[in-house]
Each structure stands twice: as structure tokens, then as C-alpha cells.
């Protein structure tokens, strides 16, 4: 046990529970992703509602918030832990940095971009999630569901948080640019046929997932939304 532990403390356990906990929440955020994007029927959040009513009376999806909740905070503790260990590695910074030579710069902010996620997830789940599943939304719609679509409507007409989550996305976009092949790469999974593919995919995967989740608050704050 005690070998167990110090393999996923070192420094290639901490990428592979990164890579792995990264995969897992890249698949959240395509299942998120897709109901959030159900506003877009515009319908007064009618559809949208019943899918939030079904992610949150399913028990199979409230079991998997136990494992999504456990898997964030095992990204985030692992991610803020490798960015200290990288700067504890390096003291003193060098006389001249080409970064660029080798990486891209998103790449190597990792841990800002994470950080400005990291604020916004704090914001994201106040505002909705603590909402939703603990003190509960005080309106229902036509068809009796709790009304998470008016809660953020109300919230997506303050300009301030609107520009947060833009920026926020924008952040998420850089983030999985660098992430989505990262952890496939972490887990060894590279093939000479594959990889161009994965990381083709992981490109318009970061870009579409960002930007549908971008222009959803700008949207509701148009009023395109309603």
C-alpha cells in the first residue's frame, strides 16, 4: 500500500491522476454541455427544465456528482501541487526564456488558466449548483419543474458575471487545448495513426465546447433568450 501511495505522489502519479481525473471531467462537460445548450429552444426553458429536473432526480446522476466532486478537487489539488513543485524545481529563472521555442504559451500557464477557472467554478456552483441541490428554487414552471431556468436568467443580467464567464470560457478553451492531448498522452496513449486524430478532435472538442457554453449567458443577457 504504502508503494501505491508514493507511485501516485511522485511526479508521474500526479500526471497520471491528472490526465485521468482530466478525462473524466472532459466528458462531464460534454453531458453539461449539451443540456445547458437545451435553452437554445427557446421555448421559456420548458425543455431545459426537465432535463435539470432529470440530472437531478436520477439516481444514477446524483451518485456520479459524489465521483465528479471527488474527481475536481483531485484535478485541482494535484494541478495547484504540480505547479508549485515546477516552480520549487526552477528557483531561479533563467537569464533569457524562449518558451515559445518549444511550447505553446498556453501550455505553459496552466496554472493561471486554472486558477481563473478555479474562481469561476467557485462563482458557477454558487450560483447554480448549491442553488439546485440544497436551498432550493423557489418557482416552478408550466409543467411543475423547478424553475433553474428563471434562476439564470435573473443571474445572467448582472454585466459583470456575464464578462466572468466569457472570460472563464475563454480560459477553459486554452485549458483543454493543452489538456484534452496532455491526458492521453499521461496515460500512454499514443499511436502514430491515432494521436493526429485525437489531437485534431480535442481541438474543435475545446473550441465548440467553449464557446457554446460562451454565448449562452451573452444570449439570455441580449435577451435572444427568453
Avoid at 501516485?8 to 491522476?17: A, C, P, W
Avoid at 445547458?36 to 429552444?41: E, K
Avoid at 516552480?87 to 500557464?109: F, L
Wanted: hydrophobic content about 55%.
Amino acid at each position: 500500500m504504502a508503494s501505491f501511495g508514493n507511485a501516485f505522489s511522485s511526479s508521474i502519479g500526479k500526471k497520471l491522476i491528472m490526465g485521468i481525473t482530466g478525462l473524466f471531467l472532459i466528458s462531464f462537460l460534454a453531458v453539461h454541455c449539451f443540456i445547458n445548450a437545451l435553452i437554445f429552444v427557446n421555448d421559456g426553458g420548458l425543455t431545459f427544465n426537465l432535463g435539470a429536473h432529470f440530472m437531478a432526480t436520477n439516481w444514477f446522476i446524483r451518485a456520479m456528482e459524489v465521483v465528479l466532486m471527488a474527481g475536481l478537487l483531485a484535478h485541482i489539488i494535484q494541478g495547484l501541487r504540480l505547479v508549485f513543485q515546477n516552480q520549487a524545481a526552477r528557483p531561479v529563472k533563467y537569464a533569457v526564456v524562449d518558451g515559445a521555442a518549444n511550447s505553446k504559451w498556453y501550455s505553459r500557464s496552466m496554472g493561471l488558466l486554472g486558477t481563473i477557472l478555479l474562481i469561476f467554478l467557485i462563482v458557477h456552483l454558487s450560483d447554480f449548483w448549491v442553488v439546485s441541490r440544497f436551498t432550493g428554487i423557489p418557482t416552478v414552471d408550466a409543467n411543475d419543474h423547478e424553475n433553474l431556468f428563471a434562476v439564470m436568467v435573473a443571474r445572467f443580467q448582472t454585466p459583470w458575471v456575464v464578462i466572468l464567464y466569457v472570460l472563464a470560457m475563454a480560459s477553459l478553451c486554452y485549458h483543454l487545448l493543452h489538456g484534452f492531448a496532455s491526458a492521453f498522452q499521461t496515460l500512454g496513449w499514443n499511436h502514430k495513426k491515432y494521436t493526429p486524430l485525437i489531437k485534431a478532435f480535442g481541438v474543435w472538442y475545446s473550441i465548440i465546447i467553449s464557446i457554446l457554453f460562451a454565448i449562452m449567458p451573452v444570449a439570455i443577457y441580449a435577451g435572444f433568450i427568453k
